[in-house]
């Protein structure tokens, strides 16, 4: 970053925003699954809690899920190009059988896609899932690949110097999404 660079950050959703969103990607989830049996999967970091929240709101209406994790720090397609800054690795823990298993993924954000096509490879590693699909908090847009999601909190219009970031209390001691802007 440059001594010019300016940084400009706003809030896209507050705190209560975000739960009524999450409560909002519950619904869409429970609306659409029937009695397909249907296991979550969220990825590290911010994926997990983001599933974690929705588990949470779905149990408190009486439905249960089985609810797994997945890290793809070595699926990654951009590994090679981290230099120094290597990704913490986490345990990836699928406590289920994925074998005919519809499985919703969970990412808090949802920009090129890449995250998303790691996490497809990652997860065949466990099992083949009758059927695959993708939620997530805020779609940002300007994909790379051709990977849509499923079950979308909020759709915001980005520019290529903008990116935004979700905050989470249980990982980040702070509450929020953030649109930030570089310029």
Same mark, same amino acid.
């Given at each position: 970053?440059?001594?010019?660079?300016?940084?400009?950050?706003?809030?896209?959703?507050?705190?209560?925003?975000?739960?009524?969103?999450?409560?909002?990607?519950?619904?869409?989830?429970?609306?659409?699954?029937?009695?397909?049996?249907?296991?979550?999967?969220?990825?590290?970091?911010?994926? &997990?809690? +983001? %599933?974690?929240? *929705?588990? !949470?709101?779905?149990? =408190?209406?009486?439905?249960?899920?089985?609810?797994?994790? $997945?890290?793809?720090?070595?699926?990654?397609?951009?590994?090679?190009?981290?230099?120094?800054?290597?990704?913490?690795?986490?345990?990836?823990?699928?406590?289920?059988?994925?074998?005919?298993?519809?499985?919703?993924?969970?990412?808090?954000?949802?920009?090129?896609?890449?995250?998303?096509?790691?996490?497809?490879?990652?997860?065949?590693?466990?099992?083949?899932?009758?059927? &695959?699909? +993708? %939620?997530?908090? *805020?779609? !940002?847009?300007?994909? =790379?690949?051709?990977?849509?999601?499923?079950?979308?909190? $909020?759709?915001?219009?980005?520019?290529?110097?903008?990116?935004?970031?979700?905050?989470?209390?249980?990982?980040?001691?702070?509450?929020?999404?953030?649109?930030?802007?570089?310029?």
């Amino acid at each position: 970053m440059t001594q010019d660079t300016y940084i400009a950050t706003e809030e896209i959703l507050s705190p209560g925003e975000i739960e009524s969103t999450v409560a909002e990607l519950a619904e869409k989830i429970l609306s659409s699954c029937g009695e397909t049996p249907i296991a979550f999967v969220g990825i590290y970091t911010r994926g &997990v809690t +983001l %599933a974690k929240r *929705v588990v !949470r709101v779905l149990g =408190e209406k009486g439905h249960h899920f089985p609810l797994g994790t $997945l890290d793809i720090s070595l699926y990654r397609d951009d590994f090679d190009n981290a230099g120094t800054d290597f990704p913490k690795l986490e345990s990836t823990d699928i406590p289920f059988g994925l074998e005919g298993t519809r499985v919703i993924l969970f990412d808090e954000v949802i920009f090129t896609g890449r995250t998303i096509r790691a996490a497809l490879d990652g997860l065949m590693d466990y099992g083949r899932p009758s059927k &695959v699909e +993708l %939620a997530v908090l *805020v779609d !940002r847009g300007h994909r =790379e690949i051709p990977i849509q999601p499923d079950y979308v909190g $909020l759709k915001v219009e980005t520019k290529m110097n903008q990116y935004v970031k979700v905050r989470f209390d249980e990982d980040d001691n702070q509450e929020g999404v953030f649109l930030v802007t570089e310029s």
